[in-house]
């Protein structure tokens, strides 16, 4: 069972370059998120979908889109990458009343 | 600003003492809140978790306090192990919707 599968897991990027992550769950869940992880700011969330076909913008959206390709994919582009969006990306799922869980994470250097 | 902080970067216990992290929220409206444990390139896992209706939660050694009038909740970790040392993340949110997460407290047990 594996769970929440993150790819790629580093990537370097130059600036003005895009790239999608993809993020793919094999719970049967229905919820997906991404967030980022930044030295003291903890999680952010980026979007996420509460269930196959829809999706919502959390607190740090702006430079990404998302698609809800089917109910075990999640993916996340960034069209335009800026140095600023170097971090640490995690997907994760949910079932209602349950916590997450959450990828290994993809490790982004924009430079 | 964010919803739920945590306001201790790190913290260090002696091994088979109590480790006592905090949390602070500021929606009154959070009614479940979770805490996640994560090593170094791993993925945040779930730890435990506790809802409004309740003020305390124990699983093994680890204890969740819930104090909704001061909207703070703690993990206490007794006795503490250095396989406890990881960063400890609070979360929170209505109606289990999408999570809000603290910045993270750094956890070392000294053996």
């Known amino acids: 069972n594996a769970g929440v599968t993150q790819t790629p897991k580093f990537q370097v990027l130059k600036t003005g370059q895009s790239m999608t992550l993809q993020c793919a769950q094999d719970?049967?869940?229905?919820?997906m998120y991404w967030y980022r992880q930044d030295p003291g700011m903890g999680l952010r969330l980026i979007y996420y979908?509460?269930?196959?076909?829809?999706?919502d913008k959390g607190e740090v959206p702006n430079g990404y889109n998302v698609s809800r390709l089917n109910k075990r994919e999640f993916s996340l582009r960034l069209e335009s990458a800026a140095p600023s969006q170097t971090s640490v990306y995690f997907c994760?799922?949910?079932?209602?009343?349950?916590?997450?869980?959450f990828g290994s994470g993809t490790r982004l250097t924009v430079v | 600003d964010q919803q739920v902080k945590q306001n201790s970067p790190s913290l260090s216990v002696q091994e088979g003492r109590i480790s006592i992290l905090n949390c602070d929220y500021t929606?009154?409206?959070?009614?479940?809140f979770l805490w996640y444990k994560k090593y170094p390139a791993e993925g945040p896992t779930f730890l435990i978790s506790?809802?409004?209706?309740?003020d305390k939660n124990e699983d093994g050694r680890f204890t969740v306090f819930l104090n909704k009038s001061a909207k703070h909740l703690s993990l206490h970790i007794v006795p503490s192990q250095p396989g406890d040392s990881a960063v400890y993340f609070c979360?929170?949110?209505?109606?289990?919707?999408?999570?809000?997460f603290g910045s993270g407290t750094k956890l070392n047990v000294k053996p």
């Open positions: 979908s509460a269930s196959e076909g829809t999706t």
């Open positions: 929606n009154s409206m959070f009614d479940y």
């Open positions: 506790i809802s409004s209706i309740k």
């Open positions: 979360a929170a949110s209505e109606n289990f919707n999408k999570f809000y």
């Open positions: 719970m049967n869940h229905n919820s």
């Open positions: 994760a799922s949910s079932e209602q009343n349950y916590g997450y869980t």
